[in-house]
Structure formats: structure tokens, C-alpha cells
């Protein structure tokens, strides 16, 4: 099944500069990619998502890019802030009959220090 | 919209007892996914369900966990005889009935055994 794989497992970064997170997943026929980020005792919030169609995508601060060649993709923070300091996790969609089921990436600490 | 609603939002079970964790799915979504979150760790799935179908459940424990989608009413996570290793926050997601779209995640029931 499917596989997927996140770095770093815990991220320090200073407020202003860049995050950087990188998903690697083994199924091919995945087609769908969503990042989650989740706050202490919060539930997983999309913030952004990538279709396989598409090599990268940019939504204010966060952008995704997806290498369907070697099979990974990652998300990019800049201009970090304290708010953004959570858990943030990756997910792949792999085809499912019809339909598709999600797997997620072990998850990444990113902390922003003022 | 209301979003994926999960009652209750915490369930205190001493050790023996039955637990049962509800999940509404969004307004229009036919697809539910199960996930279990131990402290600091990451999303366990589970079980993924359709209405009344159960699409892949590799990812539960083989006894004392059960989990239903019936035709009306919501999915139901079902765990027996509960053990405190059973303490954890179960979050349940939904999604649409398409290959590539986003599954919203639920507040998550937060499990106590005691």
C-alpha cells in the first residue's frame, strides 16, 4: 500500500525566515495531495492542497510544490510568524476503486521562535 | 454547513467498559475516515467507510473495535472491553465521493480510560 514518508519530524525556525517540509510518497497513482495543519488540541485544517496535475501552487505565505518524477512534494512557509507554529501533516490520495484513501505522513513540530 | 461534528468531545471509560464515538459527516459527503492520535504523535488510520460499507478497515485492531456507516444516522466507532493503551484522541474526517477532493476533519473525541 501506500507509503508516505515526512521530514523533519521537528522544525525550529526564527519568525521571519522560511519552513520547509518535504513529503516523499510510493504510489504513483497518487493524485492528490493535502497539507493539515493542527494546533494543540485542535483538529487537522487543510491549508493547502496540490492535484497531480499541477507542479506547483501558492496561496499567500504557503505554497506546494509536487515532483511527480520522484514522487514528492513539499511546503513551503515564508515570512514565518509565531501563529504559525503547529503540527503539520502531508497526505497522499491513492485511487481506491473509485474512489480514493487518504494516508498521512507522520507529522512535522515546526516552532516559531519570536 | 456545519462541518463534521463528533460527539462527544471527551469520553472518560473505566477499564472494561464499552466506548462509542460518533461522527456526522459534512452535508453532502459520503465517505468517512477514522483516525486515532496518541500524545504527540500522528494520524493512525484506521477504518474508511462508506454508507453502509466498509471500504478498508486494515487499519484496525483486529478484536474489540468495530465501526458502522448505516444508511441513516452517523458513522459509529465502536471499541469494547477498553484497555487504558485505548486512551487517545480519535478524529474522524469526510469527504465527497470523488477521487480527488479534501476530506474536513471532525474536533476529534478525546478518550480517557481509567
Known amino acids: 500500500g501506500e507509503n508516505v514518508e515526512q521530514h523533519p519530524s521537528t522544525l525550529s525556525v526564527q519568525e521571519g525566515d522560511s519552513a520547509v517540509i518535504k513529503c516523499t510518497y510510493s504510489d504513483s497513482a497518487s493524485n492528490y495531495f493535502p497539507w493539515y495543519k493542527q494546533e494543540l488540541g485542535k483538529r487537522p485544517q487543510l491549508i493547502i492542497d496540490i492535484r497531480s496535475n499541477v507542479g506547483e501552487k501558492k496561496d499567500q505565505r504557503i505554497a506546494v510544490t509536487l515532483n511527480k518524477t520522484a514522487k514528492h512534494f513539499s511546503l513551503h512557509i515564508t515570512e514565518t510568524q509565531p501563529e504559525d507554529s503547529a503540527v503539520y501533516f502531508c497526505?497522499?490520495?491513492?485511487?481506491?476503486?473509485?474512489?480514493?484513501?487518504?494516508?498521512f505522513g507522520a507529522g512535522t513540530q515546526v516552532v516559531v521562535t519570536p | 454547513n456545519a462541518g463534521v461534528m463528533q460527539n462527544p468531545r471527551h469520553l472518560v471509560r473505566r477499564r472494561g467498559q464499552e466506548a462509542r464515538l460518533r461522527c456526522s459527516p459534512m452535508?453532502?459527503?459520503?465517505?468517512v475516515y477514522w483516525y486515532r492520535q496518541l500524545p504527540e504523535e500522528g494520524l493512525k488510520f484506521m477504518v474508511y467507510?462508506?454508507?453502509?460499507?466498509?471500504?478498508?478497515e486494515s487499519g484496525m485492531p483486529k478484536e474489540r473495535f468495530s465501526a458502522e456507516f448505516p444508511k441513516e444516522g452517523p458513522s459509529i466507532l465502536r471499541i469494547q472491553q477498553v484497555v487504558r493503551g485505548d486512551s487517545a484522541a480519535y478524529f474522524c474526517?469526510?469527504?465527497?465521493?470523488?477521487?480527488?477532493?479534501?476530506?474536513?476533519f471532525g474536533q476529534g473525541t478525546r478518550l480517557t480510560v481509567v
Open positions: 474526517a469526510s469527504s465527497r465521493e470523488s477521487m480527488n477532493t479534501e476530506a474536513f
Open positions: 452535508k453532502g459527503h459520503s465517505h
Open positions: 467507510l462508506q454508507k453502509e460499507n466498509i471500504i478498508d
Open positions: 497526505a497522499a490520495k491513492v485511487p481506491y476503486d473509485s474512489w480514493g484513501k487518504f494516508q
